[in-house]
C-alpha cells in the first residue's frame, strides 16, 4: 500500500473523529440575534450598549449623582447575600409564580420606569412594553417618557402602572391622572425622592442635557455610532410626550421649552400632605416610590397606601443613601402584610430577585438592566434580559432547594459582614 492511500484513510479517520466531538456553529445573519447569542449577562449588555450608544447617551443611562458610591452599591450590597441550599427537596417542578397586587405574574419583577428611553433606541418605551406584556410581568410608564400614556396603551394589554412626580403644577398632574385612567392603567407610583434633581456630574461633564443640546462632539460622537444615528435620524423627533400638547402647556411647545418648564416643577416643599392629594384625584392603586427608612415604610404603610418601592432611584439623586435590598428585611418587619414591598435598585440576575424575596419583598423593580438590553440590541435585547431573569430565578430556585416563591425565605440566605 503507497504512502499516499494510508495518508488519504488516516485523513478520513481523523475527520469522523472530528466530527464526532464537533458541531460547527450555523453562522447568524441577523447582526443583532448574532451579538445576542454571545451575551451571558447583564454586564455584557452594558458592554454592546456601551460600544452601540452615543458617549452621551450610554453615560445617561448608566450613571449617577455625585461619586456614583450609591449606584455601585446597590449591584455590590447583593453580594452579601450568601445562600443555604437545601438538598434532596424535590425540585423537579419549580413554581417562579407569585401574586402581586392582586394578580398573578410569571416571576416576582416589574419594569421600573425610566425617562427618556428613547436615546437607547428609535421605538423607546413601546418596545420595553411589549416585551413586558410578553414575559407576563407589570410595565411603568415615566412622567418623563418619551412614548404617551395613549401610544403605551395601544401596544400593550398587559398590566400598566404610571409614575408620577409631586409637581408645582396639579393642574397638570391631574390631566395625566385623567388620562392614565381613561388608558385603564392599574396604578400610579409617586416618585417622593426629587425635592430637587441629584447633580449628576457624568452629564456636567460631557455638558449633556434632555433633550439634547447639538454641538460639535454630538456631531462626531454620531458619527462615530452610524447604526445608533441612522436609527435616530430615520424616527420622528424625541419628545416629552406625556407633558407636551397638553391643554395645560399648550401644543406645539418644544423639547427645550417643555424642558425648562419641567425643571421648574420640582418642589422642595413636597410632604405627606401631597401624597393625600394623589388620593383624592386617582381611584386605582397608588405605591410610593424612594422609600429609605423603616419610618417612612411606616407611615406609608399607616396611609394605607398599596405598596412601598424602597428605592434610592439608582443611586441618582443622594449619593451615599442605603442600598435597597439591606432595606428590605427590617422593612419587612416592620410593615411586611400590611402593604406590598418592591425590592428596586441593583438587580442584575435571577438570583438577585431570589434574596430580595427571600429576606421579605414581594417583588423587583428591574430599570437598567432593561435600559441596557435596549440599548444593547433593542426589543430582542429586552426580550432576552427579562427571560435570563426568569430563567435565573428558577436556576436559583432548584439549586437552593425551593419549589416555589412562597418557600424563599430567610432560613436560605445568610447575611456576611461587609469587608472594608
Not at 34 to 56: E, F, H, Q, T
Not at 197 to 211: N, T, W
Request: some cysteine.
Amino acid at each position: 500500500m503507497n504512502k499516499s492511500i494510508k495518508f488519504g484513510r488516516l485523513f478520513v479517520a481523523m475527520l469522523k473523529t472530528l466530527r464526532s466531538v464537533v458541531k460547527f456553529r450555523r453562522y447568524e445573519r441577523d447582526r443583532t440575534l448574532r451579538a445576542l447569542s454571545k451575551v451571558a449577562d447583564v454586564g455584557d449588555l452594558r458592554r454592546l450598549a456601551k460600544k452601540r450608544l452615543p458617549g452621551g447617551c450610554f453615560d445617561y443611562i448608566d450613571g449617577a449623582a455625585q461619586d456614583e458610591v450609591t449606584a455601585a452599591s446597590n449591584v455590590a450590597s447583593f453580594g452579601n447575600y450568601f445562600f443555604r441550599p437545601r438538598v434532596l427537596r424535590d425540585v423537579a417542578n419549580v413554581d417562579t409564580r407569585t401574586t402581586f397586587l392582586g394578580e398573578e405574574i410569571p416571576f416576582p419583577v416589574m419594569i421600573a420606569p425610566t425617562g427618556f428611553d428613547r436615546i437607547a433606541d428609535s421605538q423607546g418605551e413601546l418596545a420595553v412594553a411589549r416585551a413586558a406584556e410578553r414575559a407576563g410581568i407589570p410595565y411603568s410608564l415615566s412622567t418623563m417618557g418619551t412614548r404617551s400614556i395613549e401610544e403605551i396603551a395601544d401596544v400593550s394589554e398587559g398590566r400598566k402602572w404610571f409614575q408620577v412626580y409631586v409637581w408645582r403644577d396639579k393642574p397638570l398632574l391631574k390631566e395625566m391622572l385623567e388620562r392614565a385612567a381613561a388608558a385603564n392603567y392599574e396604578g400610579i407610583m409617586i416618585t417622593v425622592d426629587t425635592a430637587v434633581l441629584g447633580r449628576r456630574e457624568r452629564d456636567v461633564r460631557r455638558g449633556f442635557s434632555l433633550p439634547p443640546k447639538v454641538g460639535l462632539g454630538t456631531i462626531i460622537d454620531g458619527a462615530l455610532h452610524p447604526r445608533w444615528t441612522w436609527d435616530f435620524l430615520r424616527s420622528e423627533p424625541i419628545q416629552f410626550a406625556n407633558v407636551k400638547g397638553s391643554s395645560i402647556v399648550g401644543d406645539g411647545s418644544t423639547p427645550v421649552t417643555l424642558s425648562d418648564y419641567i425643571n421648574s416643577q420640582f418642589d422642595p416643599a413636597l410632604s405627606w400632605d401631597d401624597v393625600e392629594w394623589f388620593r383624592e384625584n386617582w381611584s386605582g392603586l397608588v405605591m410610593i416610590k424612594g422609600v429609605q427608612t423603616v419610618e417612612d415604610a411606616k407611615i406609608a404603610a399607616a396611609m394605607g397606601l398599596d405598596g412601598v418601592i424602597l428605592s434610592n432611584h439608582g443611586g441618582r439623586q443622594l449619593d451615599y443613601a442605603p442600598s435597597p435590598i439591606d432595606l428590605v428585611a427590617p422593612v419587612a418587619d416592620a410593615v411586611g402584610g400590611e402593604t406590598t414591598i418592591v425590592c428596586d435598585g441593583g438587580v442584575r440576575r435571577g438570583s438577585d430577585i431570589v434574596k430580595a424575596v427571600a429576606m421579605g419583598a414581594d417583588a423587583c423593580m428591574i430599570g437598567r438592566a432593561y435600559f441596557y438590553a435596549l440599548g444593547a440590541a433593542g426589543e430582542r435585547g429586552v426580550d432576552w434580559v427579562l427571560d435570563f431573569l426568569r430563567a435565573g430565578v428558577e436556576h436559583t430556585m432548584v439549586l437552593s432547594g425551593a419549589s416555589s416563591i412562597a418557600e424563599l425565605n430567610r432560613d436560605l440566605i445568610e447575611v456576611r459582614a461587609r469587608e472594608i
